[in-house]
Nanobody, 115 residues
């Protein structure tokens, strides 16, 4: 069993910045991928960014150059630094941890970009 605890999120003005954190605990394999996904109202959940324990990252085209994903393996924590936020970034952001043996999601945190 793996638990994911997300923090961060809230209201930010367009052009602003925000950081999300996701801490994993439990029976975590040494090989896994952690990442962030988001779901806006009326839309499907989509990938935002992922990172392997080795540090390989992957980003959605819509966030490249604006968002940065990073991880702390000693804390089993992944971060999403979001900059130059746009109203279209408004969504519920979900953390995910994936390995060959499991696939868990966090409860989600709301990010609203509005003036």
């Amino acid at each position: 069993q793996v638990q994911l605890v997300e923090s961060g999120g809230g209201l930010v003005q367009p052009g602003g910045s925000m950081r999300l954190s996701c801490a994993a605990s439990g029976s975590i394999f040494s090989t896994n991928i952690m990442g962030w996904y988001r779901q806006a109202p009326g839309k499907q959940r989509e990938l935002v960014a992922t990172i392997t324990r080795g540090g390989t990252t992957n980003y959605a085209d819509s966030v490249k150059g604006r968002f940065t994903i990073s991880g702390d393996n000693t804390k089993n924590t992944v971060y999403l630094q979001m900059s130059s936020l746009k109203p279209e970034d408004t969504a519920v952001y979900y953390c995910r941890i994936l390995s060959s043996a499991y696939n868990y999601w966090g409860q989600g945190t709301q990010v609203t970009v509005s003036s």
